[in-house]
C-alpha cells in the first residue's frame, strides 16, 4: 500500500493533493526518487515473501530513517514550530497543498500527503518489526513457500 500510494504521488499530479512547484512526471528527480523508494520497498516485499531477513531488517532500517527525516523535517517544525527560514522554505513548497491538521501560529501543519506517507510507514514498521519476530530463529530451520509447495 505504501509503495502504491508514493508512487501515486510521485508520479503523477493530483491537484493540491501533491501540488509542489515544478513538479513534473517525467522530472529527472522525481524518477529517480520514486524509483529508489520503489526499489527498496520491492526488496522488502521479496524479503517478506522469502523471508529473507537480510531483505527485512534493511527495509526496517531503511523506512525508519524515512520516518526519522520525516519527523525532522515536517513534525518538529510543526511541534516546536518552525524558523523563519523554514517558514519561507514552507510557503513556497507546502503552502497551496491540502493539509488535515491546523497551522498555529509559527507551527506549520505538515502537508496531507506526507502525514498520509508518515501513517503507512509507521504501518509498515510496526508490522515488520512483529512480522521479524515471529519468524524463526537462526537456529530453527526456515521454510521457503517454494519448498513448501514442493513437498505439498
Known amino acids: 500500500m505504501l ?20 513538479m513534473s512526471a517525467v522530472s529527472s528527480g522525481n524518477l529517480i526518487m520514486g524509483g529508489a523508494i520503489a526499489g527498496a520497498q520491492l526488496l522488502l516485499l521479496i524479503g517478506t515473501v522469502w523471508r529473507l531477513k537480510p531483505l527485512l531488517w ?14 525532522h523535517s ?16 514552507y510557503a513556497r ?4 497543498t491540502t493539509k488535515l491538521l491546523p ?9 496531507a500527503m506526507h502525514t ?10 510496526v508490522t515488520l518489526v512483529s512480522y521479524l519476530r515471529s519468524l524463526p530463529t537462526a537456529a530453527s530451520p526456515v521454510e521457503r513457500p517454494q519448498q513448501a509447495a514442493r513437498q505439498m
Open 3 to 22: 509503495l502504491a500510494y508514493f508512487e501515486l504521488c510521485i508520479l503523477i499530479p493530483l491537484g493540491r493533493w501533491n501540488d509542489q512547484p515544478d
Open 58 to 71: 534493511l527495509g526496517l532500517i531503511g523506512d525508519t530513517v524515512w520516518l526519522l527525516l520525516h519527523l
Open 74 to 89: 515536517l513534525w518538529l517544525p510543526y511541534i516546536f514550530g518552525a524558523s523563519p527560514q523554514y517558514a519561507n522554505m
Open 93 to 96: 513548497v507546502w503552502g497551496r
Open 103 to 111: 497551522n498555529f501560529g509559527n507551527h506549520l501543519a505538515p502537508d
Open 116 to 125: 498520509l506517507i508518515d501513517v503507512f510507514v509507521v504501518a509498515v514498521i
